[in-house]
């Protein structure tokens, strides 16, 4: 289906010299002197890596028909991870190095958005907050309060978060897997 840059809106996926792309962020731009034209800034979803383009107002593009489907994460198979539809019980693989972000907040039966592009899998998306585990973090010292700085810690996934004093090893806490921060203990 195409498109054109009057359609932009965040989280739109266009394909664009033949990668697919997700619209992060986009400016209608008129300047004084001159046609207008549109700022935008892409992540590409096979590679990851974001870029800024400018196209022309009015300019046509083609939609990249994204499909998201709800799976659960079964287990690691040497250099992938297999996830699997929970209405059909279909499995599929997807290889670490497409999903290398989001492999330190993946846990055995978590659902998550599996992206696919056709039949190729782009990525997952994972919740925006995961509850994990402090495997390894120095012991908790009498006196320090929760706003007496912060720690490492590394949870059960491998992430390391800064922590404040108080948590210890064992505690279960809330991560926010946007940026890989400490939210609260959980429950």
Known sequence: MAISTA??????????DGAIWRIVEFQHVKPGKGGAFVRSKLK???????QEKTFRAGAKMEQAPINTRKMQYLYEDGDSRVFMDTDN????????????DQLK??????????????????GIEVPNTVVLTVTATEPGIKGN????GSKPATMDTGLVVQVPFFVNEGDKLSINTQDGTYISRAN
Do not use: C, H, W
């Open 7 to 16: 359609d932009f809106k965040n989280g739109l996926t266009i394909e664009v």
């Open 44 to 50: 590409n979803l096979r590679t990851g890596a974001v």
């Open 89 to 100: 019980y279909e499995q599929i693989e997807v290889p670490d190095d497409a999903i290398k």
């Open 105 to 122: 907040y993946l846990q055995e039966n978590m659902e998550v958005n599996v992206i696919q592009y056709g039949s190729e899998t782009l």
């Open 145 to 148: 309060t929760a706003s007496g």
